[in-house]
């Protein structure tokens, strides 16, 4: 979509964050249920998943023209806090 001017690519871009954070904000959810089916912090942990997820996006990234290596760095980061607050979910 071609804005028309600055206000209005500042409206879009709003709009895309508030979505963004909408969808964190679900992810977290399912990453909090996770907890309660793994075993143990290794399970918790799980770097064969990370690097699947890691994979999964970086082709995901290619495909919509995004930069595989700033999703990637975005995924990591979000990753590692979601890990986070899964281990102190998985402690409880």
Do not use: H, W
């Amino acid at each position: 979509m071609k804005c028309e001017d600055l206000e209005e690519v500042r409206e879009n871009i709003d709009r895309i964050d508030n979505e963004i954070i909408r969808l964190i904000t679900e992810r977290g959810g399912y990453v909090v249920q996770a907890s309660a089916f793994k075993k143990n912090e290794d399970g918790v942990r799980d770097s064969k998943r990370v690097e699947a997820v890691i994979a999964r996006v970086r082709d995901k990234a290619e495909k919509y023209g995004a930069s595989p290596d700033m999703v990637e760095a975005v995924y990591r980061e979000m990753i590692s806090r979601f890990i986070n607050i899964e281990m102190e979910e998985f402690k409880k």
